[in-house]
């Protein structure tokens, strides 16, 4: 994860730890873009293994907001149940500063993630 988010809205609770690498993987993080809003309604269909390959999201613009419109020829119906994701919490700010010294695949599991968090901070 060279570079990543500066800072992220997503939505979260129940995030199993054994998705992580794949969640990572799959995403790119390493080509994040600046900021994100992503909504746990406009993603509760996503299938997470083409999500970045079809959005290409580490060419989107500085502020970008995932729309229904924007997603709605993608099949992604299996996203959160990937991820165990059946309960959002408000929101998870992931900024760039804490996990400098911690790995992005251990991230989630020295943070428990599986438990509600108002602010996380992710590198």
Do not use: A, E, T
Not at 21 to 38: E, N, S, T
Not at 87 to 98: A, E, F, G, N
């Amino acid at each position: 994860m060279k570079k990543v988010y500066h800072q992220c809205v997503f939505p979260y609770v129940l995030l199993n730890r054994n998705f992580v690498k794949i969640f990572w993987h799959k995403f790119h993080m390493q080509k994040g873009y600046r900021q994100c809003v992503v909504s746990y309604d406009l993603l509760n269909m996503i299938f997470v293994k083409i999500f970045w390959s079809k959005f290409h999201m580490q060419k989107v613009s500085h502020q970008c907001v995932l729309s229904y419109d924007l997603l709605n020829w993608i099949y992604v119906k299996n996203f959160w149940s990937k991820f165990h994701m059946q309960k959002v919490s408000h929101q998870c700010v992931l900024s760039y500063v804490l996990l400098n010294r911690i790995s992005g695949k251990n991230f989630w599991s020295k943070f428990h993630m599986q438990k509600f968090y108002r602010l996380c901070v992710l590198s």
